[in-house]
């Protein structure tokens, strides 16, 4: 078995709220982890109670079959970045690194843990310069080296991403992904940007309401959602109701697989193909995001249209198209 860490059944309880709720998972060693969730669904509690910042109301951690649960912060060992990345600024770079150091190494044990750090993490070279004199990014390589040195168990990171400007945001992704990979460290990261989640994460835990409400590697949650709100949460999905073609069901469909065409005649008589018209479109560089409402059934239908559809450069707002929901692309779930 090559689960690290285990997290059973755990409660937590606010007052009288519950906000976390029979939590049982288990995290593989050296995995990326995202907890995504909406806001309010128990995402910083369960960090925090993993850090032991917080206690939980019931359940235990396990890390390789030791129970942690009991454990308060200074004994658990776990690497720690916030997203406001909480350097000391009085401190240089080398001295935030070594903050959490035992005082039991040596200088020379100490120079070595810290050039193998700045190497790690791209910032040889900086050490002697202040968190105010670096980069957002420079910053957040600066709070991943430090929780990396005191040897931690597993490292947490809670938006670590969201302090940054849009433009950097996916490349430090890259770069928190590319140390997380060569310091083999298992890492559970809290987010609430699904696009973030599905493209850093190993494992991917759901959260609604302090419940998981799926887990598992993100191209399974995307293409088998358990239900409409993992669906419609993990991005791109049409929710549809539509009275005579699926009764009874909640069924949804990627923006991606709605076909759009010309409404002509031939278009219109496939199979699970409807009129619609075109209420709005957004220009997104390979694609066309638009939106339609099918004529017949009320229901708004947003489609991915590929710039090599010959119908993307021609659509006019107003104008009628043939919307197909291809039967076999339909993901059904009961009511
Ligand atoms: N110390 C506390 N006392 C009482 N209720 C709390 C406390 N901390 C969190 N909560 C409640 O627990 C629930 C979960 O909060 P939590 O911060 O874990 O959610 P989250 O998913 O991280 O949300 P966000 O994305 O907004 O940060 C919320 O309803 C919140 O109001």
């Known amino acids: 078995m090559n689960d690290s860490l285990e997290i059973r059944h755990l409660y937590k309880t606010f007052g009288q709220t519950e906000v976390l709720k029979d939590i049982d998972v288990s995290i593989n060693e050296g995995s990326f982890t995202c907890i995504l969730g909406p806001s309010g669904s128990g995402k910083t509690t ?45 401190l240089t ?137 993992v669906a419609t949460f993990a991005g791109g999905m049409n929710l549809i109701e539509m009275a005579g073609i699926n009764e009874g069901q909640l069924t949804g469909i990627r923006f991606a697989d709605v076909g759009v065409a010309q409404a002509t005649e031939s278009a219109l008589s496939r199979p699970f193909t409807f009129t619609g018209e075109l209420v709005a479109q957004e220009f997104a560089g390979d694609f066309v995001s638009a939106h339609f409402l099918l004529n017949d059934f009320k229901t708004h239908i947003t489609a991915l249209v590929a710039r090599t559809n010959p119908v993307a450069d021609e659509m006019k707002t107003g104008a009628l198209y043939a919307v197909s929901l291809p039967r076999e692309r339909w993901c059904v779930w009961s009511k």
């Open 93 to 229: 770079v080398r001295e935030n690194i070594l903050f959490g150091v035992k005082n039991n190494l040596t200088a020379k044990e100490k120079d070595e843990k810290l050039a193998r750090l700045l190497d790690l993490t791209h910032l040889a070279g900086l050490e002697n310069r202040y968190p105010a004199e670096l980069s957002g990014g420079q910053q957040q390589r600066v709070a991943i080296a430090r929780a990396l040195a005191i040897n931690p168990r597993f490292l947490l990171l809670d938006e670590p991403l969201s302090a940054l400007d849009p433009a950097n945001r996916s490349r430090i992704g890259r770069e928190l992904r590319e140390i997380q990979k060569k310091a083999g460290v298992t890492c559970v990261m809290v987010t609430h940007d699904r696009t973030e989640a599905l493209a850093l994460s190993d494992y991917l835990i759901i959260l609604n309401n302090g419940r998981i409400e799926q887990a598992g590697a993100p191209a399974e949650i995307y293409d088998r959602p358990k239900s409409a709100f």
């Open 46 to 90: 369960l960090l925090m109670i993993l850090a032991g910042l917080e206690e939980a109301s019931d359940g235990e951690i396990f890390y390789h079959g030791e129970n942690l649960t009991d454990l308060p912060l200074e004994k658990r060992r776990v690497g720690i970045v916030f997203q406001h990345y909480a350097l000391f600024p009085n």
